[in-house]
């Protein structure tokens, strides 16, 4: 199974490496298709590569990267132990927000790393991957509230993305409280799946938190599914 998975991710990786379905492959120095455990529990998805991860090809690397790994470290994990992905695969010029039509042209990228990976706990950071899932929703408002699928037996669960919380240091008490829930989270979907737990439902919501220095707007490009 771990070497199904390895060289599905390592084929997929390879085709990303080639793509031009959009313009986003034009002037970049490198795609990033993404990284992390074939088997991970956890899979962390973001908007797009940065300036480092352009350069790098992997993702998360810059300070973005840095307090990630920091958040890891607040629950006992490391990069090795989960996936990290974007919704588009190519630096977008001067970091700018990805497109509908860009987005759609990487989606079936990532749903394949989906399946292959095959995550109990989908982590979104940030608006254009909580748009996924949470299509019409605010991320100010539902941020740290798992939704749980029942048929898929997992759980969606929505993080501000960490430049976010660079930039507006008011939001970090935030991420990194909801980000010590995530081993819960993850814990009511090993439950789910061992048929040991009842269904569970999202949780309370929560007051609203300070936005973050985007427009809060959920990004158009709702009929990906």
Do not use: W
């Not at 990630?68 to 001067?94: A, C, Q, S, T, W």
């Not at 608006?127 to 991320?139: C, G, L, Q, T, W």
């Amino acid at each position: 199974m771990l070497q199904d998975r390895t060289a599905v991710l390592a084929a997929i990786a390879e085709e990303v490496r080639g793509c031009t379905a959009c313009r986003l492959y034009q002037g970049t120095n490198n795609p990033v298709p993404g990284a992390g455990n074939p088997q991970a529990d956890i899979m962390f998805i973001g908007e797009g590569p940065g300036f480092h991860e352009d350069r790098l090809g992997l993702p998360f690397v810059g300070r973005s990267g840095d307090y990630l790994n920091y958040l890891l470290n607040l629950i006992g994990l490391n990069r090795d132990e989960v996936f990290i992905g974007n919704v588009v695969k190519h630096r977008p010029p001067e970091n700018r927000d990805p497109s509908p039509d860009e987005i759609i042209a990487c989606k079936g990228f990532l749903d394949r790393q989906i399946e292959a990976i095959d995550p109990l706990v989908i982590a979104t950071l940030g608006r254009f991957s909580m748009a996924r899932y949470f299509p019409d929703a605010r991320i100010s408002s539902i941020h740290g509230q798992p939704r749980y699928d029942a048929e898929a037996q997992r759980a969606y669960y929505p993080f501000f993305h960490p430049a976010a919380a660079l930039r507006n240091p008011g939001l970090r008490k935030d991420m990194e409280a909801d980000f010590r829930r995530l081993l819960d989270v993850l814990a009511k979907v090993k439950a789910m799946r061992a048929g040991d737990a009842p269904e569970v439902q999202a949780e309370a919501k929560t007051p609203p938190s300070p936005p973050d220095d985007k427009p809060e707007e959920p990004p158009q490009q709702l009929k990906l599914f």
